[in-house]
């Protein structure tokens, strides 16, 4: 069993710049690939970014390419994903999951919600204009 707990959500001016963890509890963190995903109001949850259970291994959604980060320290458990140059559209709750297998080069099943095990409750990132 993996507990995953998303912080570091707020409020932000466009253009400006947030942080979110996702700390893990459980024996599998470093087994599992880490993947962050975004839902707005009235919408799909959507992939964000994806790490693999190295770090060596890293995919981002189109939207987000360029300004997303996401990076991960095995000994704390925890997932990081750094955001810059943020948009009105970047308004969503970000979703921190972990997936117990791995991210071979060439990987597509990272970007459906339904290839992860585990899930965080959720944290609101909101930027205003």
């Known amino acids: 069993q993996v507990q995953l707990v998303e912080s570091g959500g707020g409020r932000v001016q466009a253009g400006g710049s947030l942080g979110l963890s996702c700390a893990a509890s459980g024996r599998t963190f470093s087994a599992s690939t880490m993947g962050w995903f975004r839902q707005a109001p009235g919408q799909e949850r959507e992939f964000v970014s994806v790490?693999?259970?190295?770090?060596?291994?890293?995919y981002y959604g189109d939207s987000v390419k360029g300004r997303f980060t996401i990076s991960r320290d095995n000994g704390k458990n925890t997932v990081y994903l750094q955001m810059n140059s943020l948009k009105p559209e970047d308004t969503a709750v970000y979703y921190c999951a972990a997936a117990v297998r791995s991210l071979p080069y060439g990987s597509t099943w990272y970007s459906s919600s339904s290839s992860y095990n585990y899930w965080g409750q959720g944290t609101q990132v909101t930027v205003s204009s």
């Open positions: 790490i693999g259970r190295s770090g060596g291994s890293t």
